[in-house]
């Protein structure tokens, strides 16, 4: 399990900030002057890249988990896990920044792609996988 040990230890570290961020969610709604600064579409894309984050953190720890025990090459391993964590950092990252600048929002797709060919390699490891 050498290739998906990063996936593993990156996914601990994004859930501590997503909880982080949940945290700092629950008390800025909370604040009844944060209402005045913040508006919907603000609180909407916070909880947005908080639900993603977390879920793509959890989607890294079961992609650590099985990277190393499909029939695929080293090369196409690590491709697909370094793919994973970027489509993670990419996705969740852009929805938190477009939170505050909207033209982050826009290379969400590109962390979608990331993960989507991620996916892709591990579905090819568990079809060559006896």
């Known amino acids: 399990m050498e290739i998906g040990k990063k996936n593993i230890k990156f996914a601990w570290i994004w859930i501590l900030f997503g909880l982080l961020l949940g945290m700092f969610l629950e008390f800025k709604m ?60 990419i996705f969740s990252g852009s929805l938190f920044l477009g939170a505050f600048y909207m033209k982050f929002a826009y290379f969400a797709p590109l962390g979608a792609v990331c993960l989507v060919i991620s996916v892709l390699i591990m579905i090819i490891g568990q079809l060559k996988t006896k």
């Open 30 to 89: 909370n604040d009844p002057n944060w209402g005045k600064d913040a508006t919907e579409f603000t609180r909407m894309f916070l909880k947005t890249a908080k639900i993603h984050g977390l879920l793509l953190a959890f989607l890294n720890i079961f992609y650590g988990l099985s990277i190393d025990k499909v029939n695929l090459n080293e090369g196409m391993k690590k491709t697909g896990s370094l793919l994973m964590l970027l489509g993670t950092i």
